[in-house]
């Protein structure tokens, strides 16, 4: 079981920055995060996009942006939780806390804090008869382990990046692989349609365009699609169907924790620390909502740092702390690091 | 003040004559977001950078819009429940012009 100060689930920037805060109070975190990496709808929405309300910063790159918040809080050693969702939470007798993830994996922290943004970022689902059915009987929404689909025959529909790219992935150790779209246009990197029309021409990818799937086929488990193109219906056997439409964030499991919830967000103490109605739960950042709440990063970074020092409080009844400016009394990071000013010195000048 | 008129019906069927700022450089999504018709974190999920179609809408009647981009155009292409008419909410921009208009949202996917 992972073991951690302030369990913080999700790693968008007011989650990456609460371990920033966190560390300065000798505090050390875990973060779990249904996306393979870290940085949220920054990197998982608008990586290249600028951003330009960060105070101090003119422009910023949303990947940039995040990049340069894993660098800063590099030395307060967070741990991960890529790839998995925070499922239940259960509060033990001593106020600490287990979560588990959808795919098991335990955690137990002192105090959990949800930077959990728009939701849990969920496949959108194309409205085909019986899909449920299927799933994991053959439909599959990601590509998590790219030998299940080796030397089978695979249809991928949708028109944007992730469609191509895992069409070129899978082109090379699938049998086959046929790209359905229902416009003949695609939208994504330049490189990527390029390198379609390529396999294309090579016979490694079969274009369907303009096209859809309108069924699916099969005794227990996946064998065919039905195909509409140009209003000609057509049946096609395969093996696996991943439809890539996007992924649209939820609110998820967390909805059901028995948290306060307003306008599809959590209700927090926002006079005080931005503690949820269970003691020892925070929410921070665009999860959370409270009278005049605005989503913006720097109110999750302000909200961060807030949740810090009520954690620490709660952890350290009557431990004396007072608040201190890096400036004066620099970084000592949990790796052994230091960072600090550099010292004026006091000398003659003969 | 330079306000239009626009009826939106929600998701719900019910109408809502909306009176719409034309000079704080705001869209359609943000118009229906600003008067709350539907729950947050369903509509202009995005935040209206055109990637969510979450603010898709069907335009129902005959008012002067901008053409649709082609980034607009891609989007809905992989969008659910599209109709010829429908547009992003958040690649319209409140102006002048849409005095009248009459949208419809589009359901939640």
Request: hydrophobic residues 40%.
């Amino acid at each position: 079981m992972i073991s951690t100060d302030i369990l913080i689930i999700g790693a968008g920037p007011t989650g990456l920055f609460a371990v920033f805060e966190a560390g300065l109070l000798k505090l050390k975190c875990h973060l779990i995060d249904a996306l393979p990496q870290p940085g949220g709808q920054l990197s998982e929405l608008y990586p290249k996009k600028p951003i330009f309300d960060i105070p101090g910063y003119p422009s910023v790159g949303a990947q940039e942006l995040v990049d340069n918040l894993m660098e800063q809080i590099r030395q307060f050693q967070p741990g991960f939780t890529l790839n998995e969702r925070a499922e239940t939470i259960e509060k033990l007798d001593d106020g600490t806390f287990i979560v588990t993830t959808d795919r098991g994996t335990r955690h137990h922290a002192r105090a959990v804090a949800i930077a959990g943004g728009l939701g849990s970022f969920e496949p959108r689902k194309p409205e085909l008869e019986n899909l449920e059915m299927y799933e994991e009987k053959g439909v599959e929404y990601f590509v998590r382990n790219p030998e299940l689909f080796r030397g089978r025959k695979i249809a991928i529909a949708g028109g944007g990046d992730s469609a191509l790219d895992w069409s070129i992935f899978l082109s090379e150790i699938a049998e086959e692989v046929t790209l359905i779209h229902r416009r003949n246009e695609f939208r994504g990197a330049l490189d990527s349609v390029e390198k379609v029309r390529e396999l294309k021409a090579q016979g490694k990818i079969h274009l369907l365009t303009p096209a859809e799937v309108t069924g699916l086929k099969g005794d227990g488990r996946l064998e065919a699609i039905t195909i509409e193109k140009e209003g000609v219906s057509s049946e096609k056997a395969v093996d696996y169907f991943i439809p890539l439409f996007g992924l649209t964030p939820k609110l998820g499991p967390i909805a059901g924790w028995g948290l306060e919830i307003e306008k599809n967000a959590i209700k927090v103490n926002n006079a005080l620390d931005y503690q949820t109605n269970i003691e020892g739960i925070y929410a921070i950042g665009d999860v959370n909502t409270y009278p005049g709440k605005l989503k913006l990063i720097l109110c999750g970074f302000h909200e961060a740092t807030l949740m810090c020092q009520s954690v620490y409080n709660r952890l350290n009844p009557g431990r004396k702390y007072v608040l201190k400016y890096t400036t004066v009394s620099g970084i000592d990071g949990f790796d052994g690091s230091r960072k600090e000013a550099e010292k004026a010195v006091v000398q003659a000048i003969d | 003040m330079s306000d239009v008129n626009i009826k939106v019906k929600d998701r719900k069927g019910v109408e809502h004559t909306l009176l719409a700022p034309t000079d704080m450089s705001m869209n359609l999504m943000e118009l229906v977001r600003a008067y709350e018709l539907e729950e947050e974190g369903t509509i202009g999920i995005c935040g209206g950078m055109g990637m969510c179609a979450s603010c898709q809408c069907y335009v129902l009647n005959d008012v002067d819009l901008p053409e649709k981009s082609d980034e607009e155009e891609a989007l809905l292409s992989e969008a659910f429940h599209v109709k010829s008419n429908s547009r992003l909410g958040c690649q319209i921009f409140l102006t002048r012009d849409l005095e009248g208009l009459e949208i419809e949202l589009a359901p939640e996917s």
